[in-house]
């Protein structure tokens, strides 16, 4: 899958030619920074992208084609068969509506159930996401729950339905560290115990280590680096993989050492160079790295990495 998007210079390739299969039960996570495609990559998958996005190629849910089909059939598909919890829960949730309405409503839409059959449903759901009294809070705002509280609220509201495909956009972004582990276990739990397949999207390493079973790197809009969680983090591949390990706090570590940096800054959308995106950056890059698009070696059982030093007679130490 490809997705460009229309901006004031032009036409920028926000993502370039993604492709990952994700089966019933499993868990993938999208890492890279900021700016890299992931959240990008989740929208197109549920056809929120802006309406001057032109995406290409297939995306394909229980052998169904969803590009190119009418909003109105993707809207039966979001909130039912496919859940997301989004990355801000103050603005996912509806201010002017009591979040029991707002965990209710995907009940009635998608399900057909009565007022008080959704009541009781989504009350069952808010305490199984662990809202204290939920039946007396079923009325309450938004604004009157902790930021935890309110993550809590979303992923009740994208489980509603009880989803094939759960996608997680940066769910435990401006939590502190307690609530973030809860957040994270209670995902992993519902995952286990609904058979539902999981896409985490998240920049931290950490959080992609103690939740998912696959992972894709991403920089640029394209896959740097895929596979087995374990398999990656212990043999990294791609320079861009060790940059960002390497970038991470170490323990133990004396006071005043700083940390290692990826040289340089991401480029503009509209700036990528047409070959690998990370060539300008890359401690190791080749003369034609940023004119030549890097294939895909395979490096191991489902291990893979897109660098054309994987193909070199003589590949260079990386950092």
């Avoid at 992609?208 to 640029?220: D, E, H, K, P």
């Amino acid at each position: 899958m490809s997705v460009q998007l229309q901006t004031q210079r032009g036409l920028a390739a926000a993502v370039r030619d993604v492709s990952f299969v994700l089966e019933r039960g499993e868990t993938l996570g999208l890492i890279g920074e900021s700016g890299c495609g992931k959240s990008i990559t989740a929208m197109a998958l549920l056809g929120l992208l802006p309406h001057q996005a032109i995406t290409s190629g297939s995306i394909r849910f229980d052998q169904q084609e969803l590009l190119g089909r009418a909003d109105s059939e993707l809207r039966r598909l979001r909130g039912n068969r496919i859940g997301m919890i989004f990355q801000e829960p103050m603005t996912a949730l509806n201010p002017v509506h009591s979040i029991g309405q707002q965990v209710a409503e995907p009940l009635v839409l998608h399900r057909g159930a009565s007022a008080r059959s959704a009541r009781q449903q989504a009350t069952a759901l808010l305490e199984r996401v662990g809202i204290a009294d939920a039946a007396r809070r079923f009325d309450a705002y938004p604004h009157q729950f902790s930021g935890g509280q309110r993550q809590r609220i979303t992923i009740a509201m994208a489980l509603a339905c009880e989803p094939d495909l759960l996608i997680a956009d940066e769910p435990t972004t401006a939590l502190d560290v307690t609530v973030q582990g809860q957040i994270l276990e209670l995902i992993a739990d519902l995952v286990q115990e609904r058979g539902m397949a999981l896409l985490l999207i998240s920049h931290d390493l950490g959080v992609i280590a103690q939740t998912v079973s696959r992972m894709l790197v991403m920089y640029g809009g394209m896959v740097m680096e895929s596979g087995p969680t374990a398999k990656v983090f212990e043999a990294m591949a791609h320079p861009y993989t060790r940059g960002l390990f390497g970038a991470r706090p170490q323990l133990g570590a004396p006071r005043g050492t700083r940390l290692l940096t990826i040289e340089g800054s991401v480029p503009e959308l509209v700036d990528l160079a047409p070959g690998c995106p990370f060539a300008e950056r890359c401690p190791v890059a080749m003369q034609h790295c940023a004119q030549t698009r890097p294939p895909v070696s395979t490096l191991g059982p489902g291990h893979l990495s897109s660098c054309l030093r994987h193909g070199a007679t003589e590949p260079a130490a990386l950092p």
